[in-house]
């Protein structure tokens, strides 16, 4: 069950804090809604019962009073000036009414108006009840007597009316319509509209602050991930904010410091070597020169040479991340085709296959032409070494363009896919001191794939041997 519920949660902090606050909120305004909605029931039933309230009170005036009386009074009531809300209309009928019943909803509402003002006059003595008839009814459906001119403007549009006839006498009915529900209804959904509009007020404001606060956050990610990409060159995080994110971040930046100082020693350190190793190298090889027999002299040189190759390579991979060469647009398929046409012209099996649908037009790449040859002549240099032959093949996928060098060779193990780009690091099942590898070349090769901004990923092939994959931004065409 949880494991089901997590695909749906989100996974970021933001999506998670803004979850949790929408979730509450929403909640609290259910809680709004569900207080508000007790009131108004508890509201109605007052003002119900006020209603029956007024309704005994005419029927205690009237019912003692003779019909000259009765009619004065009932004149004085319905020319009295009342509010829209307070609005009813009141006159005397020589017969009991015939009303219909209604709809559903209708009688039901009739009934219970009726059972309130019987409750009301029995609270009051009265005794023996008189006859009670009730109806419910919108203002189309009135009955447009002379006496309900005035109540009928005064009464907005399409609400309900409840209109009550209660027997005075024998040949005297009481009749009394006034609103079922008028403002009350609209204030209930009034104050439901300002809540709901507080709701979305409070969200806003809340999802914004929770925006600006976790906008730190999300830097720190990023930078976190340059660092991992690029740590010679990462630049530090901007030290604002709350005293928290100020603190983090400053924490941050110090351990960023010690990253770029450790790997700045290491380089130097690597090209002090291979500098210094220079010098005695072609002092043993002046001296190579006279050793005999010409066998030994053959071993020694060719030693001298493997030592040679990785003094280089570390100079190489030293300054493989500070290239101050210019970017420029590159027509990529143009630029494979002629590394692939290098390696062909030395006797190697390399070929290029599987052109992206548009290639007749250029796929431009915005990169560094020297460096980005560098990484691929690497990669072609291993896969021709170690598998005998490469494959190159470029897509393009959301806005980058993805190349895939593939030979058949024996692979690289899992656990290795990451860690081989490591400096001196050398898998020993597939790279082997005869070859003349020293464990540096997809570590420079990487460094010059991040120089152009780009990502470079291995993968052992189901059918066999490694995938090497180039990804890199695609140039938009203006």
């Given at each position: 069950?949880?494991?089901?519920?997590?695909?749906?949660?989100?996974?970021?902090?933001?999506?998670?804090?803004?979850?949790?606050?929408?979730?509450?909120?929403?909640?609290?305004?259910?809680?709004?809604?569900?207080?508000?909605?007790?009131?108004?029931?508890h509201f109605l039933g007052t003002i119900e019962k006020e209603r029956a309230t007024n309704i005994a009170s005419f029927y205690?005036?009237?019912?003692?009073?003779?019909?000259?009386?009765?009619?004065?009074?009932?004149?004085?009531?319905?020319?009295?000036?009342?509010?829209?809300?307070?609005s009813l209309a009141l006159h005397l009928m020589q017969e009991a009414p015939d009303w219909p019943e209604g709809r559903p909803r209708q009688a039901e509402q009739s009934a219970q108006a009726i059972s309130t003002l019987r409750e009301v006059l029995t609270a009051n003595g009265i005794s023996p009840l008189p006859e009670i008839h009730a109806r419910v009814f919108n203002h189309g459906d009135a009955i447009h007597e002379d006496s309900w001119g005035h109540f009928i403007s005064a009464v907005t549009l399409g609400n309900p009316l409840l209109q009550m006839g209660v027997q005075l006498d024998d040949t005297t009915w009481l009749n009394v319509t006034q609103p079922l529900y008028l403002s009350v209804v609209r204030l209930i959904w009034m104050q439901r509209v300002v809540l709901l509009i507080e709701f979305v007020v409070f969200a806003v404001i809340v999802l914004f602050l929770l925006r600006r606060l976790i906008h730190p956050f999300q830097q720190m990610t990023q930078a976190a991930d340059r660092i991992g990409k690029q740590p010679e060159v990462a630049s530090p995080l901007s030290e604002n904010g709350c005293r928290e994110i100020r603190e983090a971040a400053q924490s941050f930046n110090r351990m960023q410091?010690?990253?770029?100082?450790?790997?700045?020693?290491?380089?130097?350190?690597?090209?002090?070597?291979?500098?210094?190793?220079?010098?005695?190298?072609?002092?043993?090889?002046l001296r190579i020169e006279e050793v005999e027999p010409e066998e030994l002299r053959d071993k020694l040189t060719q030693g001298i040479k493997e030592v040679r190759s990785i003094a280089e390579q570390?100079?190489?991979?030293?300054?493989?991340?500070?290239?101050?060469?210019?970017?420029?647009?590159?027509?990529?398929?143009?630029?494979?085709?002629?590394?692939?046409?290098?390696?062909?012209?030395?006797?190697?099996?390399?070929?290029?296959?599987?052109?992206?649908?548009?290639s007749g037009s250029a796929l431009a790449v915005m990169a560094k032409p020297l460096s980005l040859k560098r990484c691929v002549?690497?990669?072609?240099?291993?896969?021709?070494?170690?598998?005998?032959?490469?494959?190159?093949?470029?897509?393009?996928?959301?806005?980058?363009?993805?190349?895939?060098?593939?030979?058949?060779?024996?692979?690289?193990?899992?656990?290795?896919?990451?860690?081989?780009?490591?400096?001196?690091?050398?898998?020993?099942?597939?790279?082997?001191?005869?070859?003349?590898?020293?464990?540096?070349?997809?570590?420079?090769?990487?460094?010059?794939?991040l120089l152009n901004n780009g990502s470079l990923s291995l993968t052992n092939r189901p059918e066999g041997g490694l995938q090497v994959k180039i990804t890199l931004p695609l140039l938009e065409r203006s």
């Open positions: 069950m949880t494991a089901w519920l997590r695909r749906f949660l989100p996974d970021s902090l933001s999506g998670q804090f803004s979850l949790t606050l929408v979730t509450s909120v929403g909640l609290l305004f259910a809680a709004n809604i569900a207080i508000v909605c007790l009131i108004q029931i205690m005036l009237l019912s003692g009073m003779e019909q000259t009386q009765r009619l004065d009074a009932v004149e004085h009531i319905v020319g009295f000036s009342r509010s829209t809300e307070s410091t010690r990253i770029q100082d450790n790997l700045a020693e290491r380089n130097r350190m690597l090209a002090a070597m291979a500098h210094d190793i220079r010098t005695p190298l072609t002092r043993v090889q570390s100079l190489e991979l030293s300054g493989s991340l500070k290239d101050s060469e210019k970017s420029a647009p590159l027509d990529i398929v143009a630029f494979m085709q002629s590394c692939v046409d290098d390696f062909s012209d030395m006797g190697h099996s390399v070929s290029l296959r599987d052109l992206p649908e548009n002549d690497n990669i072609l240099r291993n896969a021709v070494t170690y598998a005998g032959s490469a494959e190159v093949c470029i897509t393009t996928s959301s806005g980058e363009v993805i190349v895939h060098i593939c030979d058949n060779g024996p692979g690289i193990p899992e656990e290795y896919l990451e860690r081989i780009f490591e400096p001196y690091l050398r898998v020993e099942t597939s790279r082997n001191r005869e070859s003349g590898g020293s464990g540096l070349g997809l570590s420079i090769a990487r460094n010059m794939i």
